[in-house]
């Protein structure tokens, strides 16, 4: 009869454990729709080309790779249209908090999110050119979110985005 409460228990913790993960990353998929919807308004800002444009859009992909100085400028001006840097062009930790609370159920990601993003930062705050800093910093967080289990499957994303698209 023990077996049995320990085995439901176990099942209980790993259910829960799953749905907060999926759940983590369903928020990561509104969040990173959303935040997307100015890629097009900092393209020419930026300097992207439009084949750098079209795979940052697949920004949390395997295959696809954090390298382009140009990916850390539009970064810059797309957290800049949500007022998620401080002057430094370092994270404004307030203001990702409530940004990323904005979303459903946004409250269960925020602080990791927020601590992904600082430790990141921290790792490459020597590097001057702030584009150079910032596709370094997107890049280490992409890992380390995946690590996490809180990165959306791409799928996961394009479905959001229609939302933000209307």
Known sequence: MAA???LLFSLVIFVSITDEVMGTAEVMSH????????LDECREE??????????????????FEVVHRELGCAI?????????????????????????????????????????????EKQYDDIKDDCSRVVKVAACFKVDAKKE??????TMIEAVMEQYNN
């Open 4 to 6: 049995i409460y320990c």
């Open 31 to 38: 969040v990173t729709a959303h935040f997307g919807k100015s």
């Open 46 to 63: 930026s300097g992207l080309s439009s084949e750098i444009m079209e795979e940052f859009k697949h920004f949390w992909s395997e295959d």
């Open 76 to 120: 810059i001006c797309m957290s800049n249209k949500f007022s998620l840097l401080k002057d430094d062009t370092r994270m404004h930790h307030m203001n990702m908090d409530d940004y990323i609370k904005s979303f459903p159920k946004g409250d269960i990601l925020s602080a990791k999110m927020v601590e992904l993003i600082h430790n990141c």
């Open 149 to 154: 289990g809180i990165a959306p499957e791409v």
